[in-house]
């Protein structure tokens, strides 16, 4: 893979352990400057902690400072778009989700294009989505959730780390396939998400976190992923 193209991080997992290893012989000097690490959401979400781990790991490991910048807005788009427009130097990264592939075919134009632009490094991270709940909702299951929100059309609505992230899609897919009326709200990441769902302005909330309950003003959780993770193991699958 040569360095001069731009480095695309699905997010998961850790490539700094095998970063190095991946240089090409005659590559050795990189990095000889600092390296951008783009995040295409608000701080503070899954993809923002990952990335920060990520490159502090990077930059003891190569002596050379990796940073973060966090450019959010429309699902991904925007800072994916900017990343695409960087110099084809090595020095900028892109850390996101599976929306980096997908938003192409939901939205009608996208800034970047996901094959030409971008060397895909590795897939790091695989989780589950997560639905929580505000405890002023009066539901303590998924079943519960469900016949809640029949029962008072138009009144719930969920929050996600934005349009076209895996939680939005699977929100929809929870939505569509019981037929329940409720609002999809996207946000710039899932920091701004979670602290939307916590404070009660939006009841539900869908997002890729490990521990939900240690949100002390959250509760009733669900996962998206069949096989239980000890971090959910009291978290049962959805839809019901």
């Given amino acids: 893979m040569p360095l001069v193209r731009r480095r695309f991080l699905l997010l998961a997992g850790a490539a700094a352990g095998s970063f190095g290893a991946s240089l090409p012989a005659h590559a050795q000097a990189y990095p000889a400057r600092p390296v951008r690490v783009i995040v295409p959401f608000a701080p503070g979400g899954p993809t923002d902690v990952f990335a920060r781990l990520m490159a502090q790991g990077l930059s003891e490991q190569t ?82 959730l469900v016949e809640e929100i029949k029962a008072h059309p138009g009144k719930y609505s969920y929050a996600s780390p934005g349009a076209g992230t895996p939680p939005h899609l699977v929100g929809e897919l929870f939505r569509l396939s019981l037929g329940l009326d409720l609002v999809h709200v996207p946000f710039n990441g899932g920091g701004p998400a979670v602290a939307s769902a916590v404070a009660g302005h939006t009841p539900i909330s869908l997002g890729r976190w490990r521990r939900p309950y240690r949100w002390s003003r959250t509760a009733s959780c669900a996962r998206s992923q069949s096989r239980r993770r000890r971090a959910h193991r009291r978290c049962p699958t959805f839809p019901p």
């Fill in 63 to 144: 002596g050379i400072q990796f940073y973060v910048e966090n450019i959010g807005g429309a699902g991904g788009n925007i800072g994916a778009g900017r990343a695409a427009q960087s110099a084809a130097d090595g020095y900028t990264m892109l850390v996101n989700g599976v929306n980096h592939v997908v938003n192409p075919a939901l939205y009608s134009q996208v800034p970047y294009d996901p094959g030409k632009d971008f060397d895909p490094v590795t897939l790091a991270v695989t989780a589950a989505v997560v639905l929580t709940v505000h405890p002023s909702v009066p539901a303590h299951t998924v079943k519960e």
